[in-house]
């Protein structure tokens, strides 16, 4: 009796008369390839409406319990993993209790009354704040946290909201190579990779500075004729700050200032992200300022079982075919970056940007060390700008979208595609370009 569903299967594929046809298919669909393609079927089109987390938890484990994956394994992957995820942990708590605190809501308050009445400029200091939360904090925060916020001050102000709104989300996207913090696939990256802090950003600041000049640039292009050369101002009330506004927004600074320190002495970023999110739950309790529920709810606990469900799908897929494939990978540095970003970008497109950077991390692995750097800084090109394309590579577009209809404004798959279309692939290409400058 077969013992597992492996030997089920391998019973079935050894069975008298199996056909050599079949013996050839069983090379490229065997048991866990299969359970993967069911798992990113499920994450794509997300039947009974369950979330990407559900989806890849039911893959992970039936792998494990098919053994395709030893459970031996599992404590290895939380490990490799477990500095990401404490770090994710301490912003989430950080950036939730400061929201609640309204430190962001008086930072776009004030963007609009700096701008004076004045359409264009207003337009351009959303977008560099929403450059500078995406870059200092991640695009999930920008998302979340910014664009209900810009929304509300813009009908407010009876100005048309759909250019702002899609400046808000593709900052959030495109903007996000800056640091390692800006965004989960950075994380998975600067982890996975070893990368020391200093070169993160010595090599993806200009790069990320020419991708969101050229996604602006674009958007007023596009938007010239949404967005009003001139808007009314009004005398609004004095804007309120209170102390614990002040406590938040001081504990945040500080918080952000020692992950910079901790990188630039190559030591783990989540102490920093952790002591400053335990120090601000504990005040926020104390004054009564937060309560668990919304704790639990700003700590998000699907995503954490979707970073370490994804990494055990990837694995059983590299075990179960990766591992025997050929794979002929560029010589020349531009091949390398050409490839890389291509292929994680259109990756992210159809799986989501997260497990498309897990699997391009053990692609790494494999490639000869000439280009592995130039993999790896393209991978990163690929996996934050790329997603920008669809309303599905990444969770902070969904996340847009979501946000927006419940404000009862629709923005149509047609729609936004005909927006990436214009700016994706061109933003790519003269981020890429850049990189190469920089790697040369």
């Not at 695009?139 to 250019?163: G, N, Q, S």
């Not at 700003?298 to 799908?313: G, K, L, N, R």
Request: aromatic letters at 8%; proline letters at 5%; glycine letters at 8%.
């Amino acid at each position: 009796m077969c013992e597992n569903a492996s030997d089920v299967w391998r019973a079935c594929r050894d069975r008298p008369g199996h056909s050599k046809v079949h013996r050839s298919v069983h090379g490229l669909v065997s048991f866990p390839v299969l359970i993967v393609l069911l798992t990113l079927v499920l994450m794509l089109f997300r039947p009974w409406k369950i979330s990407e987390a559900t989806a890849a938890a039911l893959g992970a484990t039936v792998l494990l319990l098919s053994t395709a994956v030893p459970v031996g394994h599992v404590p290895a992957v939380i490990r490799e993993s477990g500095g990401v995820l404490l770090f994710l942990l301490g912003m989430m708590l950080l950036t939730g209790i400061a929201e609640r605190a309204r430190v962001f809501d008086v930072l776009a308050e004030s963007v609009v009354r700096l701008a004076r009445g004045n359409g264009r400029l207003l337009y351009a200091l959303v977008y560099l704040l929403g450059a500078i939360i995406t870059a200092v904090l991640s695009l999930d925060v920008t998302v979340i946290v910014l664009t209900p916020i810009v929304y509300a001050l813009i009908v407010k102000r009876h100005i048309p909201a759909k250019p702002y709104m899609f400046a808000c989300v593709f900052v959030a996207n495109i903007a996000s190579l800056a640091l390692p913090m800006s965004n989960l696939t950075n994380l998975l990256v600067f982890a996975g990779r070893d990368i020391d802090f200093v070169t993160f950003v010595a090599t993806m600041w200009l790069p990320n500075l020419v991708a969101a000049v050229t996604n602006l640039l674009l958007f007023f292009w596009l938007f010239r004729k949404e967005i009003p050369a001139h808007f009314a101002t009004e005398r609004d009330h004095p804007i309120h700050i209170d102390s614990w506004l002040l406590t938040s927004g001081a504990i945040l600074t500080m918080t952000l200032t020692g992950v910079m320190v901790l990188g630039l002495v190559n030591r783990p970023l989540w102490w920093a992200a952790l002591a400053g999110g335990c120090i601000m739950l504990v005040l926020a309790l104390g004054t009564g300022s937060t309560t668990f529920r919304h704790t639990v709810h700003d700590v998000t606990p699907s995503i954490f079982v979707f970073v370490i469900a994804m990494t055990i799908v990837v694995e059983g897929l590299q075990r179960a075919w990766l591992a025997d494939q050929a794979i002929a990978f560029p010589e020349s540095l531009p091949m390398a970056l050409l490839g890389s970003t291509g292929l994680t970008a259109i990756g992210s497109n159809v799986v989501n940007n997260i497990p498309a950077t897990v699997l391009a991390l053990g692609m790494i692995d494999r490639a000869p060390l000439a280009i592995r750097e130039a993999l790896t800084w393209g991978t990163l090109v690929g996996a934050n700008i790329g997603p920008a394309l669809t309303t599905y590579g990444s969770l902070a577009t969904m996340l847009w979208l979501t946000q927006l209809r419940r404000r009862g404004m629709h923005i149509s798959t047609a729609e936004y595609l005909r927006i990436s279309g214009q700016t994706v692939p061109l933003v790519l290409l003269v981020t890429g370009l850049t990189l190469w400058l920089v790697l040369s």
